[in-house]
């Protein structure tokens, strides 16, 4: 049985920084990338970064030189370290594995207030 959970999200003023968690149950993280998503209301889901199991990152533009993607393989964890946030980051933050069919988590909200 594959879970994953977020924590981390919350509510912080522009310029400020948050640090997202994503812990994956299962056997299967250390050899899987993964990956974070977010969705604001109102838009599309859409992809924010991943790092593979070899830990290659990729990030979308919108957010590049301000987060990081990380993982820890020992405590089968993920994380993401927001920095410079604006009001434009607020969404609902997810991550992301696939072994077989997807799996998500239930996500967490950030909120960026002006």
């Known amino acids: 049985q594959v879970r994953l959970v977020e924590s981390g999200g919350g509510l912080v003023q522009t310029g400020g920084s948050l640090r997202l968690s994503c812990a994956v149950s299962?056997?299967?993280?250390?050899?899987?990338?993964v990956y974070w998503y977010r969705q604001a209301p109102g838009k599309e889901r859409e992809l924010v970064a991943s790092i593979t199991s070899g830990s290659i990152t990729n990030y979308a533009d919108s957010v590049k030189g301000r987060f990081t993607i990380s993982r820890d393989n020992a405590r089968n964890t993920m994380y993401l370290q927001m920095n410079s946030l604006k009001p434009e980051d607020t969404a609902v933050y997810y991550c992301r594995t696939s072994w077989g069919q997807d799996y998500w988590g239930q996500g967490t909200q950030v909120t960026v207030s002006s």
């Open positions: 299962g056997n299967i993280f250390r050899v899987n990338t």
